[in-house]
């Protein structure tokens, strides 16, 4: 059988990038590299060098929000739209996630599990820190609460005060929605501001599960 | 001119950055900020009308257009498309540096006369303009401003140096 001699493939590296093809592709990052490979070639699992440029986000994620902005009559709507796309992300990213802890990734099945799953190791995949707190609400059996003092997504938005009650980190709650439905913890997940004298873009992430999530907890609880 | 140096008269106590105004392309005024209660105040008409004399006056020089920034530019004894217009207007009681971006828009700084670094102090303002009304998505090119991430983080940036 002949060798395929294209230039614009190599063999294929095995599991793990050797470190002469890692420096290669870390230094040129997104574009292609020498060797042609994009960054869909490379390996899923680098997740030390994959930083983005926050200007870059900060972009993107504005014309994303100015994109949802056309289609929508209202600041809920807005919201749900930006939670939809959080939704799309947080799908792709939990399956990124477990892929890459292998073997000693586990299946949460307890509230209090996958809500730190979420604050932790979610949040600093995505962020890079873990989320700031994690809080049950007194009043409500099936709601609890995760804050995050300065979202990364609300870094450089300052909301108008028209639409004083929008918080764009609806896109956030949309991704933990994702992740929690993926879990099979569905509940609803929205973005409230709650500043805070030395945090003035404070966000509280409000979770509200669906009854038969807390039915199910009883049962293993009593079992 | 003469209500260049209005706008800037003192009646308080020596500070180090008095007001930061940007002016957009056209030479519209797009935010006007006082970091001293001591100034005397201009109606927002009057503001507009300076910001507007100005740029004229900046832009001749640079781009041969009508009022100060223009007419600075050409009678630049230089080349006049090389002249990037006014940057430096000093007196008595102030001193304003004018910082013009590639796009045109223009940073004008009032501060104390003796007040070393102006240059600094304007291009971190553009660095916060480029970051929060730029990156904001609420915010519509050439229009007034009206970001608080701005005022905050502006304010953050003035006042402790004061």
Known sequence: MNRETSPFRTPSTGASPTPKHASLTASTNLRYSLTRKSIYDRHLNRTKTSELSKSAFAFLFGEMVQHAQKKVYGVQDLEKKLNQHGYAVGQRFLELLLWRDGRTAKRETRILGILQFISHSLYRAIFQKAADTLEKVRENEDEYMISDNDPLVNAYVSVPKEMSQLNCGAFIAGIIEAVLDGHCFPAKVTAHTAPSELWPGRTVFLIKFEPDVLEREALRVGG | ?162
């Open chain 2, 1 to 162: 001119m003469v209500m260049v140096i209005m706008a800037i008269q003192l009646t308080g106590i020596n500070r180090v950055v008095y007001a930061v105004l940007i002016l957009n392309k056209a030479g519209g005024l797009i935010y006007q900020r006082d970091f001293n209660p001591g100034l005397q105040k201009l109606s927002s008409n009057d503001y507009l009308i300076l910001a507007g004399t100005f740029h004229g006056q900046v832009s001749l020089a640079s781009a041969a257009r009508a009022q100060v920034h223009a007419i600075t530019s050409q009678i630049s004894p230089t080349n006049e498309t090389t002249s990037s217009g006014l940057e430096v207007l000093e007196s008595e009681n102030f001193v304003m540096r004018c910082f013009q971006t590639l796009t045109g828009t223009k940073f004008l700084v009032f501060a104390e006369p003796r007040q070393p670094n102006l240059d600094v102090v304007v291009r971190r303002v553009y660095e916060l303009y480029a970051d929060y009304v730029m990156k904001n998505p609420f915010y519509q090119i050439e229009m007034p401003i009206r970001s608080e991430g701005f005022d905050r983080h502006l304010a953050a940036y003035i006042k402790p140096h004061q």
